[in-house]
């Protein structure tokens, strides 16, 4: 069970998780009296991140603010771990005040052919219009969430362009 408090300007404080890519330039920051210890804590990250993200089922990401170019919480590095997540069958991704361009990053970021098993994608009470249910949209045809069941972008000003792209 994990209870995050709400910052300040209410939204979430948990950090997303962490890839070995992102886990290596962290590494890089810090000191260790023996210099192949860096490695070795790398490798046994790396193990561990696969093995975490790679069986997660679900994930639920409420309230937290993904914010472009936040050292902890921009939605390219959601992407980049969403890349790892080939268990996952439910993503929420509600009120995190995404934008647009916050949308569209985070659709470039996803690889072609990630999140294979996902069946069901929340995104609504975010910020972004009909641009940002383009970028979503745009994923599909890059064969992300191939199994995908169920979108939903409840609570949004998508208006006809957005609908539109859905319906493409």
């Known amino acids: 069970l994990v209870i995050d408090v709400a910052s300040d300007d209410g939204g979430a404080q948990r950090r997303l998780p962490a890839t070995p890519e992102r ?22 990250y790396e193990k561990t991140a696969k093995a ?49 361009e916050g949308v569209a990053e985070l659709a470039a970021g996803l690889e072609d052919g990630a999140l294979p098993a996902l069946e069901v994608l929340a995104l609504g009470h975010n910020r972004y219009g009909a641009r940002g249910v383009e970028a979503v949209c745009g994923v599909f045809r890059r064969g992300v969430a191939p199994r995908l069941q169920n979108l939903s972008f409840a609570f949004m000003p998508i208006g006809d ?5 859905v319906a493409a």
Request: aromatic share 8%; with cysteine; glycine share 8%.
């Open 161 to 165: 362009a957005g609908a539109a792209a």
């Open 52 to 100: 975490v993200l790679g069986t997660v089922e679900k994930l639920y990401y409420i309230g937290l603010p993904l914010v472009r170019g936040d050292a902890w919480t921009s939605p390219a590095l959601l992407a980049e771990a969403l890349n790892y997540c080939e268990s996952l069958r439910t993503l929420f991704l509600v009120g995190n005040r995404l934008d647009d």
């Open 23 to 44: 886990m290596a330039k962290l590494l890089a920051a810090c000191r260790f009296t023996n210099g192949a210890d860096s490695a070795a804590v790398l490798a046994l």
